[in-house]
């Protein structure tokens, strides 16, 4: 039984963990994400959990859809407020910056 706590406890740790991660990512590259996909939400797995939307995340040298997913708010009155994709110029260069998602 402590096995299958300490299971969840670590999944649970990890999913929040990347959800608060770096709150910038700086991608030099000159065309932005392509529109966001749009489907069917579903119904939370439970009380407090709120729906995080999907996003284009840059790896590999092409766009990758994250689909959203449901998150358990970490009190009460959370507010999440979803990541976005900023165009940057630096240094000539034209590219894009993302901003995580986060609690508030």
Do not use: N, Q
Not at 19 to 27: D, E, F, I, L
Not at 28 to 47: D, K, L
Not at 90 to 103: I, K, M, Q
């Amino acid at each position: 039984m402590r096995a299958k706590f300490l299971a969840v406890a670590a999944l649970g740790l990890g999913a929040l963990l990347s959800a608060c991660g770096p709150s910038h990512a700086y991608v030099g590259v000159g065309f932005g994400p392509p529109p966001p996909r749009y489907g069917v939400i579903g119904v939370a797995p439970g009380p407090g959990y709120v729906w995080t939307d999907g996003f284009w995340d840059w790896r590999g040298g092409g766009w990758v859809w994250v689909p959203g997913r449901w998150m358990r708010a970490p009190h009460p009155r959370a507010v999440w407020v979803p990541g976005y994709w900023e165009e940057r110029h630096e240094h000539g260069r034209r590219g894009y910056e993302f901003h995580r998602g986060h609690w508030r």
